[in-house]
């Protein structure tokens, strides 16, 4: 597999990217955190907006019991947020020990992956497209992305 340098297609390994998780200190690589394993990697546009609160996340959670029976583990929400915020979205939405919450608190891993885009009208600066992948010892099998990113 070849290290990405534009955008994440299926084939290539995750970035050596650092994201949060809990609080600022609490430092989470991406690509260690898939290593040995096959699991699950979802983004959201942000926490707490309608479609992510109402759909997306609460289906992950509500599947995390099939998707680890099947062998996928870990599962990971990443949004450019801050950990804060994210933190608390978890707690409220239920996803501690389900899902887990990383924030891209700066953008850095989504923009390595190519999966930013401008959201200053509604979202306040940059934000992450809405997508999943399957990822087996840090390389991406599957890949899905939406393109509307107005929902």
């Not at 299926?10 to 955190?33: A, H, M, S, Y």
């Not at 707490?48 to 929400?77: A, Q």
């Amino acid at each position: 597999p070849r290290i990405v340098r534009y955008s994440i297609k299926t084939g290539d390994v995750l970035p050596n990217k650092e994201l949060v998780e809990g609080t600022p200190g609490n430092k989470v690589n991406i690509r260690e955190l898939f290593t040995g394993k096959k699991g699950v990697l979802f983004a959201v546009p942000g926490a707490y907006t309608p479609t992510c609160s109402n759909t997306h996340l609460p289906g992950y959670i509500e599947d995390s019991v099939k998707w680890k029976e099947r062998g996928f583990s870990p599962i990971v929400c990443v949004s450019v947020n801050d950990v804060f915020v994210m933190s608390a979205w978890g707690r409220e939405q239920q996803a501690e020990g389900k899902v887990r919450m990383l924030a891209d608190t700066d953008a850095e891993f989504t923009k390595e992956i190519g999966m930013e885009f401008d959201a200053s009208g509604i979202l306040g600066g940059t934000r992450s497209k809405r997508y999943s992948m399957v990822v087996e010892n840090g390389v991406v099998i599957s890949l899905n992305v939406e393109q509307d990113t107005s929902k």
